[in-house]
């Protein structure tokens, strides 16, 4: 059973730029948190989203970030116009029926 | 405001020793408490996770130690080894809610041979 998928594992971007980032949950999980890791912190939580609805987005920035989690296909995480403060690595996880949350390897986003 | 602290930044134990490492949190609505273990450059690893109405768990050379009266709980790794080498992050979630990791600052272990 393969785990979480998340790509790319790197990105760089130059400033204003958009950054996509893909999460594939496991197998037959239909739920899934993204959060942001900055250079030695914890992670943060972000967004929760089930199949084509959000959840709780709370930890999201107001302005250009955006997720979604179509009813086919990945998780995607969107940022625009990126600026340098958004470089860290985004995890995503997922979650199963015994509510374990289950972590991809991130993607680590570098801006220019 | 930080929800759970976590300490200590980092640990530096000899092999053969135990680690030991503290949360506190301070929401009491928080009603799950796992465990991360995070390898550089991978995705953080459920490794032991622990209810309030329970003292104490343990899985191997892993163990939780809860306090729930003091808001306390620490994770101990009996007979370190330097596999264990990796940053260990406490965590704590509200199953009422959405149920979201809020997650401590993180400790960084080192195991000496």
């Known amino acids: 059973n393969a785990g979480v998928m998340q790509n790319p594992r790197h990105l760089v971007r130059r400033r204003g730029q958009e950054a996509r980032l893909r999460c594939s949950p496991m197998k037959g999980h239909s739920h899934v948190y993204w959060y942001r890791q900055l250079p030695e912190e914890g992670l943060k939580f972000m967004v929760y989203?089930?199949?084509?609805?959000?959840?709780?987005e709370s930890g999201m920035p107001k302005e250009r970030f955006s997720a979604e989690f179509p009813k086919e296909g990945p998780s995607i995480l969107r940022i625009q116009q990126v600026v340098r403060g958004d470089s860290a690595a985004y995890f995503c996880?997922?979650?199963?029926?015994?509510?374990?949350?289950?972590f991809g390897p991130g993607t680590r986003l570098t801006v220019l | 405001q930080q929800q759970v602290k976590q300490s200590p930044q980092s640990l530096i134990v000899q092999k053969g020793g135990i680690s030991i490492i503290n949360c506190a949190y301070e929401n009491t609505a928080f009603d799950y408490f796992p465990w991360y273990q995070q390898f550089p450059g991978k995705g953080p690893a459920l490794l032991i996770a622990i209810r309030p109405d329970v003292s104490e768990k343990k899985e191997g050379r892993f163990t939780i130690s809860f306090n729930k009266s003091a808001k306390q709980f620490s994770l101990h790794i009996m007979d370190s080894q330097p596999g264990d080498s990796a940053t260990y992050f406490c965590a704590a979630i509200n199953k009422g809610g959405s149920e979201k990791l809020v997650f401590g600052k993180g400790t960084k272990l080192t195991v000496n041979p």
């Open positions: 989203l089930q199949k084509e609805n959000i959840i709780d």
């Open positions: 996880a997922s979650l199963d029926t015994r509510d374990t949350q289950y």
